[in-house]
């Protein structure tokens, strides 16, 4: 559980760098330490206690992507 100051108004914004977690684990070695089920629920936890927008994003960078991964 969180403690979350009502004083602060910011939203949390995360960059994933890939859309699973294998592919995160190829391009940022230390997403081995925060997998994306561990995110995800401290993302919701972190919705729940603030009402605050949480918002998910990751570039195209070097990396062979599929449609089906855009997709997941």
Do not use: W
């Not at 190829?26 to 995800?40: F, G, H, N, R």
């Amino acid at each position: 559980m969180f403690a979350y100051d009502n004083f602060f108004s910011f939203s949390l914004y995360f960059s994933l760098h890939a859309p699973n977690q294998k592919l995160r684990e190829t391009i940022v070695p230390s997403a081995k330490s925060y997998p994306l089920d561990a995110i995800m629920k401290d993302c919701k936890e972190y919705f729940l206690e603030t009402s605050r927008r949480v918002s998910f994003e990751y570039a195209l960078l070097g990396t062979e992507f599929s449609l089906s991964a855009l997709e997941a």
